[in-house]
């Protein structure tokens, strides 16, 4: 009966390292391969897409997939808020 409860603490405990420590810490390094999830999902304009932890799979599937680390939107972005901090 308790391992219920403790499975569920366990894979959640789990998904929240990986989550922390890999996705958001090596993941900050563009040339990593976790770099989809910080680039694409927490830096990217549109905050309903690119959900997925760890492999862009099931947004393509889902179609909520929509690339932006690396593309002329993100250097103009990145240009803007330059000038912004110069300002």
Known sequence: M???PLGLLYSNAGEWLIHRYVLHGL???KRSVWSFHWHDHHM???QEANWCVTQPWFDYLMGTREPYAGTSRESHD???HA???VA
């Open 78 to 80: 990145r240009a803007r």
């Open 2 to 4: 308790i391992g219920f």
């Open 83 to 85: 000038t912004r901090k």
């Open 27 to 29: 993941g900050r390094n």
């Open 44 to 46: 990217g304009p549109n």
